[in-house]
């Protein structure tokens, strides 16, 4: 990748960012709260609820003989409920820091498996993995170019028929991020940099009740000799549908987190048809 990647600087943040509390950056808190541990494990099992709702609509394989992937697994959240469903759950990490948590926060569980990775690539072999997801990452990324390379990678690693599933919050307004903000990612930033590269739109869809503007997408890797129709590639022109995702996650937990005081505040604006 280019130099706007700082892929040092990165894992320094996420390192520091998981240091602050047990549950690393997930949902942050409002001042002086700490997350109730299971009420923390049943936000991570709705979020995979979600996930799993779509699989059923879209996948071809059954999860229990199904290989997963997770981009960005922080601490286990989503791998821990994943992995009471899926065969296998492979977790991905810029941070060294989350991933020794997420060990932890999965102890006992036979079928996962957790590694390192440089930022921007996927460290496993082409066609090697059934479902793909990644939640609450993207919108981190400081540069647009990470995420498009994280797609493409995603629909290199899956089998023909895969699913990769990604959610990011809609609402980033600068070209290129700062900090832990990351990168406006747009419909014509996904058109212009998948090019060349095979997918079918299943789904971009808007939770109507999300103040946050959280964005889900699900891409589909063609089966071997399919054809796909322009309009089934084109994020500019596909008609996004309503779908929960964010909306019942948090209402009644009673930790104070961020999310809720965001979901409070007037709506954002979706910036993702802006080029
Ligand atoms: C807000 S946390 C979300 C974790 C998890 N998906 C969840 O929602 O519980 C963002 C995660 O993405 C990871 N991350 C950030 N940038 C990344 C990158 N370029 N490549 C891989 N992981 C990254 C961070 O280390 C962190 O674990």
Not at 66 to 87: D, N, S, T, W, Y
Not at 174 to 192: E, K, P, W, Y
Not at 243 to 263: E, P
Request: charged fraction near 25%; hydrophobic fraction near 40%.
């Amino acid at each position: 990748m280019d130099s706007k990647h700082n892929v040092a600087g990165m894992r320094w943040l996420w390192n520091v960012l998981s240091l602050k509390s047990r549950f690393g950056f997930n949902s942050h808190l409002e001042r002086g709260h700490r997350w109730d541990p299971a009420e923390f494990h049943l936000t991570g099992v709705r979020f995979v609820e979600r996930m799993i709702e779509r699989f059923d609509e879209y996948g071809r394989v059954e999860a229990s003989r199904a290989q997963l992937l997770e981009i960005g697994c922080g601490v286990g959240r989503f791998m821990r409920p994943l992995a009471c469903r899926f065969k296998h759950v492979t977790g991905i990490d810029i941070s060294r820091v989350m991933l020794s948590r997420a060990r932890r926060y999965c102890a006992g569980l036979p079928n996962i498996t957790t590694v390192l990775n440089d930022g921007a690539s996927i460290p496993l072999p082409d066609n090697s993995v059934d479902y793909c997801v990644s939640a609450g990452v993207f919108q981190h990324i400081t540069d647009g170019a990470v995420v498009v390379n994280y797609i493409r990678e995603a629909l290199r690693v899956l089998a023909p028929g895969g699913l990769f599933l990604f959610q990011f919050e809609g609402n980033r307004t600068a070209a290129i991020g700062h900090n832990q903000t990351g990168a406006r990612i747009s419909a014509m930033l996904l058109d212009t940099g998948l090019v060349g590269t095979a997918y079918r739109i299943r789904e971009i869809s808007l939770d109507p009740k999300d103040a946050i503007r959280c964005v889900v997408i699900v891409l589909e890797k063609p089966l071997t000799g399919s054809e796909v129709a322009a309009a089934e590639r084109s994020f500019s022109t596909w008609p996004m549908s309503e779908r929960r995702w964010l909306s019942g996650v948090y209402d009644d937990v009673q930790t104070r987190t961020q999310m809720h005081a965001r979901q409070a505040q007037a709506p954002m604006k979706l910036t993702f048809y802006e080029d």
